[in-house]
């Protein structure tokens, strides 16, 4: 047991500088054991327990049984006691969920306080079963059914079962606590725990350990799949400053496409295959939002882009008389430098102060260059403006009239020309 532990913490411990670990200890058999075998490395250890206030004075036992087995020991040891029915009930939760997402967010603020590196939890294999079967019946895709992930949560007894944990505590002495609520039939999981896997286990002996190789075929699949989107992303998911374009016609090639585009878009949000599936086929102008990214069909591609880095239509007023700084740089100069994108403007055509806003539907103006007017629909498709860049542009207006499409086209009515005195210059930076 002290070599599995030693060896899982070794390994995943490798090239942390000062590693300082804090425990998540219930007091019952499995985190007593694990707190026992840690004591035996050269680790340094602090002790983290949760009082859920769910089982009375038992909970106040389990507490003061963790705190002095603490103190015996010379450990750190830190308590919170949180109401728990009531959080779940204030969210709308069960009560398992409410424990769980109380006790990590205190352990995520442990950890920035005392800098700590990483948490350990005394999960084992046969939670690894039972988490299996949760959820399988949830319909998990591979990851679900991979394993209890580690990523920065160290669990140095998931490769251990249950009946190895009690050989050990009962062979070296170790006390804990028995958590009467394990024995209750009202979760999925004690049921799982009590009434199938014990039958499951009779038939089939070697079980856990079956289930141990099987996990690790799914996380092989699961690596092998991340591999090939991250290759798919690299080579089909182009980044132009915030933005992704993405090539539909190289997303259609995938197969299965419902697997590849839930594990492409699931990490910006997008989860559902009938609405990414549909965007694939619909005409240009359709779009998706998930919380933090926006998904936009633009002919033969989606434009990715995060949410909060899509802009209004805000309408912003400037007079000349020095830069602008915000949304846009405009600055003012005295000359034209050759190949710079600017505007030359009669200032006597101009009603200050002037508008700064974005396209809106039915805009026209009289392009340097050009006779007459022109839409600026229509001069967004003959410059083939994508759908966001045709959102992003900027117009430098007077009153209602457009004075410039900024960086790109002043309107001939506001050109300075070889007559105007004095003309402003403006650069956008």
Known sequence: MFEIVQNQLDQQLKGVVNPRLLLACSGGVDSMVLLHLLGQTNYTIAVGHCNFLLRDEVSDGDAAFV???????????????????????????????????LRYQWFDTLKAEHDFTHLLTAHHLDDQLETFLINLGRGSGIKGLSGIPNHLIIRPLL???????????????????????????????????????????????KLIEQLDKSQQQLRWAEEALAYHCEVFKSNHFIAEGDQMTISIEALKA??????????????????????????LNAQSGKQLFSTTHRLLKDRMNLLLTPVAKVEGYEVYHWTP??????PINLKIIDAIKENRQAAILAV?????????????????????????????????????????????????????????VVGQRVDARFAATSKT???????CD
Not at 76 to 87: D, G, V
Not at 263 to 278: C, E, I, Q, V
Not at 321 to 326: A, C, I, M, Q, V
């Open 67 to 101: 705190s002095a087995y603490c103190a015996t020991h010379n450990l750190p040891y830190f308590q919170a006691t949180f109401e728990t029915k009531n959080y779940a009930k204030t969210k709308g939760v069960s009560t398992q969920m409410a424990a769980r997402e």
């Open 348 to 404: 006597e055509a101009l009603k200050y102060p002037l508008i700064l806003r974005k396209y809106q539907e039915g805009d026209y103006f009289y392009p340097v260059g050009m006779k007459g007017k022109k839409k600026l629909s229509k001069f967004f498709k003959d410059q083939k403006y994508s759908l966001l860049e045709k959102e992003q542009q900027w117009l430098l207006c007077s009153g209602s009239e457009i004075v410039w």
């Open 159 to 205: 490769a251990v079962t249950k009946e190895v944990i009690l050989a050990y505590a009962k062979e070296n002495n170790i006390s804990w606590r028995e958590d009467a609520s394990n024995a209750e039939e009202d979760y999925l999981r004690n049921q799982l725990r009590h009434q199938l896997i014990p039958k499951w286990k009779a038939i089939q002996p």
């Open 321 to 326: 008389t020095e830069d602008l700084s915000f």
């Open 421 to 427: 005195q004095n003309p402003l210059r403006i650069i």
């Open 254 to 279: 995938l197969k299965p496409l419902e697997h590849y585009l839930h594990a492409l878009f699931s990490p910006y949000g997008f989860t559902h295959f009938s609405d990414l599936n549909a965007l």
